[in-house]
């Protein structure tokens, strides 16, 4: 199994321009989340989703959109970049039964908007 | 608001020692805390779980304690090594059930 892959490791965005950050897991895992981190700040949750078809917003949604059609792919697109979008992104999934809720994490994307 | 704090950005310890690091939240009753491991250009990994029935839980070199009354976890590496040294992120499940991480440790452990 690959766990949690993220697609790409790194990236340099222009303001104003849109890209995706891709994220899937093989492990079928029902719950899948986006975090992002920053120096000072600690991870924080930007959107989640508990299955196929659903998503809701997490503590830092403002510039992210994502969809989940699938239970393995769960990208997340910013549609307009900023340079407060400047951040490391970490994509981490657990299955949604169980209730410890210890997360797997891919290795993250590293963005940059300039 | 809620809030989890992990008092020490940074804990240096000479290689041998225990280190202890520091989880305190608010306005949390959380059924457990859970515990990561970050090194440096990669993702956290999970490393121990403990519930609020229980005081303690050890794996090997880690132990972690749990307080609900103090609303404080703390976590001990024995017998520190070099290897050991990363960030260490404290997480609580937040009320709509994602888990919320504190900003992390950054263990350093001297040979």
């Known amino acids: 199994n690959a766990g949690v892959t993220q697609t790409p490791k790194f990236q340099v965005l222009k303001t104003g321009q849109s890209m995706t950050l891709q994220c899937a897991q093989d492990?079928?895992?029902?719950?899948m989340s986006w975090y992002r981190q920053d120096p000072g700040m600690g991870l924080r949750l930007i959107h989640y989703?508990?299955?196929?078809?659903?998503?809701d917003q997490g503590e830092v949604p403002n510039g992210y959109n994502v969809s989940r059609s699938t239970t393995e792919d769960f990208p997340l697109r910013l549609l307009s970049a900023a340079p407060s979008q400047t951040s490391v992104y970490f994509c981490?999934?657990?299955?949604?039964?169980?209730?410890?809720?210890?997360?797997?994490f891919g290795e993250g994307s590293r963005l940059t908007v300039l | 608001s809620q809030k989890i704090e992990q008092n020490s950005e940074a804990l240096n310890i000479q290689e041998g020692k225990t280190a202890t690091l520091t989880c305190n939240y608010t306005?949390?009753?959380?059924?457990?805390l859970q515990w990561y491991r970050q090194d440096p250009g990669r993702g956290p990994v999970f490393l121990l779980l403990?519930?609020?029935?229980?005081k303690e839980k050890r794996k090997e070199r880690l132990k972690v304690t749990f307080d609900t009354t103090l609303k404080q976890s703390l976590f001990h590496i024995t017998a520190s090594q070099p290897a050991d040294s990363a960030t260490y992120l404290c997480?609580?499940?937040?009320?709509?059930?994602?888990?919320?991480f504190g900003k992390g440790t950054k263990l350093s452990v001297k040979p």
């Open positions: 989703s508990v299955g196929a078809g659903i998503t």
């Open positions: 403990i519930r609020e029935n229980e």
């Open positions: 492990m079928n895992h029902e719950y």
């Open positions: 997480a609580l499940r937040g009320s709509q059930g994602n888990l919320i």
């Open positions: 981490a999934s657990r299955p949604s039964g169980r209730d410890t809720g210890e997360l797997f």
């Open positions: 306005n949390y009753s959380p059924a457990y």
